[in-house]
C-alpha cells in the first residue's frame, strides 16, 4: 500500500466519530502474483453472469470487473466501514447485490456514508463513479 494513502486513512480514522471505523478491504495487487489465472478466470465467470443477471447493466462491467488501478500502485484502494464494532457490508451479496438492496442499505446508511465518504475526499480520496464500486468505497488517491 502506498505510504501516502495509508497516512491518509490513518488520518481520517483519527478524525471518525466514536464508534465508527474505517476497514483496509483491497490495496496494491500485482498483476504477476500466484492468483492472477484464478482471478482472471472467476472475473471472466463473473463477468458472463453479471451480463445474465443485468443485461441492462453492460456498460457498467468494465467498471466492476476492472482492476480499478490496484495492479497499478497501492492509492487505489476499497474500504468498508464498521459501526461500534460490526462490519457494515453495503454489497451483502458482493457485485451481485440487486439495485434495489444497494438503494435501500444506502438509505439505512446514509449519514455514515456521508461521513467516510466527506472524510476521504477531504484527505484527496476521488470515490468510484460506478454507483456499486462506490459501495465498496473503491477509491483512488488523487491528491
Known sequence: MDERALHRLQ??????PQGMNLILTRGYEPKANGLGMARRRFRAIGTGMFRLMYPSRSAEIADIFGSNGHDVDGTHVDVSLALHGRRIRMLPLGVFTPPSWQRRYVRRYDAALTVIRSALQAQGFRIHRNATESLQIHCDLID
Open 11 to 16: 488520518t481520517i480514522q483519527a478524525g471518525l
